[in-house]
């Protein structure tokens, strides 16, 4: 298992810090979560802020920059909303600008727990941005609407949707999705069914799947097993763990 992980330098896309609700988290830092992606030979993590989550977006994201920027195994991940030009977010433009300026190659949401809809009419103007440069959308599975995923998937087909910590029976779904949409993708972190991953690889192959811990909530140790112990080629195991996400980040347009 570590030659694997060794080898492919993973990248770990479900990571957050910062101090949560009624959580007892491992960690609430940047230099915590880069101490701890060592211990697992976890070579990066696309983290984003419970602070900008929870309490107020505009501040949580700047101080995920200011610490992630300290260290070289950390990807900054801005939660986003479509409420831009207000006090949360500033307008297009300048939010354009900021991405560029930080060249940043994944943004998360939160639709319903920020109570907005996720769709062409309420978020049209951020949807337009992120299609525009190719900018990976990481969003939790409840947070996610599943009947209007199939629509606004196909509106902005340059937007990369990387659907997080789908778990139980959530397959019937999945299957779907996959199957007739080539923008959405899933992390790993959630796949305790039976041969879920090896099923999946099989039908749809192992370039829609990308290795997630859900730290600090989760231990990153079973989903590292399960990734590393699958029934499934090495080549595939490699691509999981690392080599989805370097293709996807290395497709944003910023240049």
Same mark, same amino acid.
């Given at each position: 298992?570590?030659?694997?992980?060794?080898?492919?330098?993973?990248?770990?896309?479900?990571?957050?810090?910062?101090?949560?609700?009624?959580?007892?988290?491992?960690?609430?830092?940047?230099?915590?979560?880069?101490?701890?992606?060592?211990?697992?030979?976890?070579?990066?993590?696309?983290?984003?802020?419970?602070?900008?989550?929870?309490?107020?977006?505009?501040?949580?994201?700047?101080?995920?920059?200011?610490?992630?920027?300290?260290?070289?195994?950390?990807?900054?991940?801005?939660?986003?909303?479509?409420?831009?030009?207000?006090?949360?977010?500033?307008?297009?433009?300048?939010?354009?600008?900021?991405?560029?300026?930080?060249?940043?190659?994944?943004?998360?949401?939160?639709?319903?727990?920020?109570?907005?809809?996720?769709?062409?009419?309420?978020?049209?103007?951020?949807?337009?941005?992120?299609?525009?440069?190719?900018?990976? &959308? &990481?969003?939790?599975?409840?947070?996610?609407?599943?009947?209007?995923?199939?629509?606004?998937?196909?509106?902005?087909?340059?937007?990369?949707?990387?659907?997080?910590?789908?778990?139980?029976?959530?397959?019937?779904?999945?299957?779907?999705?996959?199957?007739?949409?080539?923008?959405?993708?899933?992390?790993?972190?959630?796949?305790?069914?039976?041969?879920?991953?090896?099923?999946?690889?099989?039908?749809?192959?192992?370039?829609?799947?990308?290795?997630?811990?859900?730290?600090?909530?989760?231990?990153?140790?079973?989903?590292?097993?399960?990734?590393?112990?699958?029934?499934?080629?090495?080549?595939?195991?490699?691509?999981?763990?690392?080599?989805?996400?370097?293709?996807?980040?290395?497709?944003?347009?910023?240049?």
């Amino acid at each position: 298992m570590k030659n694997i992980i060794l080898e492919s330098g993973t990248v770990d896309v479900n990571c957050m810090i910062g101090r949560g609700i009624n959580v007892s988290y491992k960690f609430e830092t940047a230099q915590d979560l880069s101490k701890y992606l060592e211990k697992y030979h976890i070579s990066k993590a696309v983290v984003s802020s419970l602070m900008a989550l929870n309490w107020n977006l505009k501040d949580g994201n700047e101080r995920l920059f200011d610490e992630t920027g300290k260290f070289k195994n950390l990807i900054p991940c801005p939660v986003l909303s479509p409420h831009l030009g207000t006090s949360e977010l500033p307008p297009a433009g300048e939010l354009v600008k900021m991405l560029r300026r930080r060249r940043i190659s994944a943004v998360k949401a939160y639709p319903m727990k920020g109570r907005y809809f996720l769709d062409k009419f309420y978020a049209g103007k951020l949807l337009e941005i992120l299609d525009e440069f190719r900018i990976p &959308l &990481l969003m939790d599975w409840d947070q996610v609407d599943k009947s209007s995923l199939p629509e606004v998937t196909a509106e902005f087909p340059g937007i990369p949707f990387i659907l997080l910590s789908a778990g139980f029976l959530e397959s019937r779904t999945m299957y779907p999705l996959l199957e007739k949409r080539e923008n959405i993708f899933f992390d790993t972190s959630r796949f305790a069914d039976y041969k879920i991953l090896e099923e999946t690889v099989r039908l749809f192959g192992s370039e829609r799947l990308f290795f997630g811990s859900g730290m600090p909530c989760y231990n990153p140790g079973p989903p590292i097993t399960l990734v590393c112990l699958a029934d499934i080629p090495d080549k595939d195991k490699k691509s999981i763990l690392s080599g989805n996400w370097e293709r996807l980040e290395g497709g944003v347009k910023w240049d």
